[in-house]
C-alpha cells in the first residue's frame, strides 16, 4: 500500500495541475479559432489541448531520457526508470543517442548546444548546480505556500 501512494499523489497533482490549465488553453483556441470565422466547442478544444500535450509529453521525456545516458545512465537503468524494457528503449526514443551526444558536449565545453532532431530544436544550455537546486527549491516553495492557503 505504502509504494502504491507515491504514484497516486504524483498522478492526482499532475491532473489538478492539467485540468487548471486545460480551461485557460481550451478558452485560447477557441477565441483564436473563432476570430478566423471557425467554431470550436471548448470540449473539442480540451480535447486537442491533451492530444498536442501527449507529444510534448513523449518529446520531452525523449530529450530527458538522452540527458541521462549522456549523464552516463544505462540504457538498463533508463529502461526500468520509464517502464520499459531495454530493448524498447531505442525503439521508444530513436533519437536518443542525439540528445546524449549534445548534453555531453555542453558539459566538455560548458557552452550552450543546439540541437535540431527531426522538426524539434532544443538548446542544451550550461547551468550550474547551484541554480538547478535554487530553482528546485523555489518550486518546492512554491508549491508549499500553495498548500498552506488552500488549507
Known amino acids: 500500500m505504502a509504494s502504491a501512494v507515491p504514484p497516486m499523489l504524483f498522478y492526482t497533482e499532475s491532473m489538478q495541475l492539467l485540468n487548471a490549465k486545460l480551461d485557460y488553453w481550451a478558452y485560447l483556441i477557441t477565441r483564436y479559432a473563432k476570430s478566423k470565422g471557425f467554431l470550436m466547442d471548448e470540449r473539442l478544444a480540451k480535447v486537442r489541448v491533451c492530444s498536442q500535450l501527449i507529444n510534448i509529453i513523449r518529446n520531452l521525456s525523449e530529450e530527458q531520457a538522452g540527458i ?84
Open 68 to 151: 541521462a545516458l549522456g549523464a552516463g545512465h544505462t540504457l538498463t537503468n533508463i529502461a526500468k526508470a520509464s517502464g520499459t524494457s531495454q530493448p524498447n528503449v531505442k525503439t521508444k526514443w530513436p533519437h536518443i543517442r542525439d540528445y546524449a551526444d549534445a548534453y555531453k558536449a555542453l558539459k566538455e565545453t560548458g557552452e550552450a548546444q543546439d540541437v535540431i532532431i527531426d522538426n524539434r530544436a532544443c538548446v542544451f544550455a550550461p547551468a550550474s548546480d547551484e541554480s538547478y537546486r535554487k530553482r528546485a527549491e523555489s518550486i518546492i516553495d512554491g508549491h508549499n505556500a500553495e498548500r498552506l492557503r488552500d488549507q
